[in-house]
T-cell receptor, first 113, second 113 residues
Framework: DQQVKQNSPSLSVQEGRISILNCDYTNSMFDYFLWYKKYPAEGPTFLISISSIKDKNEDGRFTVFLNKSAKHLSLHIVPSQPGDSAVYFCAASARAAGNKLTFGGGTRVLVKP | DGGITQSPKYLFRKEGQNVTLSCEQNLNHDAMYWYRQDPGQGLRLIYYSQIVNDFQKGDIAEGYSVSREKKESFPLTVTSAQKNPTAFYLC????????????FGPGTRLTVT
């Protein structure tokens, strides 16, 4: 039973436009959410996170939105750049579970010049 | 430079052999984690340790074993009991406390034939 789902396996976007990546979760105990970027054969790199007490967090070109009632979060990348082409994973943790992360299946983003 | 190292980058073994993957961190992090990634899938938690000499099973611990004798080191042994050992293995660490992002090593690609 997947507790964190990324329903879009891939996304193609033109350079300069917005990339929107979506993530849904089922476990209402999750209270901290993260986005990671990953290149092939490398470890994931942390991008941005959001606590359940917030509904938005912004860091440069990256903004994460959290809708707790819908159990949904999204990552917006504006403007998209060719270097953003990678696989993006959302992850969630619950305070009671001691920082254990549950990952979604990933979304592959291709930014076309 | 602080970080997490995993060695080797690529590892090949014959079926029926145990193999140990190395993970070392000099970030002074208390907690360490092992994940595996299969092609086209997200990361799944194998084992984690929140403090020296203590560790817990993750979601897919069968066929694996770990030890945590030093804060800096968290080796993972893939035993012959693991039915599908070929995968990309990632080690991560994090500071003590809630809502902390995990930092990942570069990964080890294990191929068992």
């Amino acid at each position: 039973d997947q507790q964190v789902k990324q329903n879009s396996p891939s996304l193609s976007v033109q350079e300069g436009r917005i990339s929107i990546l979506n993530c849904d979760y089922t476990n209402s105990m999750f209270d901290y959410f993260l986005w990671y970027k990953k290149y092939p054969a490398e470890g994931p790199t942390f991008l941005i996170s959001i606590s359940s007490i917030k509904d938005k967090n912004e860091d440069g070109r990256f903004t994460v939105f959290l809708n707790k009632s819908a159990k949904h979060l999204s990552l917006h990348i504006v403007p998209s750049q060719p270097g953003d082409s990678a696989v993006y994973f959302c992850a969630a943790s619950a305070r009671a579970a001691g920082n254990k992360l549950t990952f979604g299946g990933g979304t592959r983003v291709l930014v076309k010049p | 430079d602080g970080g997490i190292t995993q060695s080797p980058k690529y590892l090949f073994r014959k079926e029926g052999q145990n193999v140990t993957l190395s993970c070392e961190q000099n970030l002074n992090h208390d907690a360490m984690y092992w994940y595996r990634q299969d092609p086209g899938q997200g990361l799944r938690l194998i084992y984690y340790s929140q403090i020296v000499n203590d560790f817990q099973k993750g979601d897919i611990a069968e066929g694996y074993s770990v030890s945590r004798e030093k804060k800096e080191s968290f080796p993972l042994t893939v035993t012959s009991a693991q039915k599908n050992p070929t995968a990309f293995y990632l080690c991560a660490s994090t500071e003590r406390g809630i809502n902390r992002e995990q930092y990942f090593g570069p990964g080890t690609r294990l191929t068992v034939t």
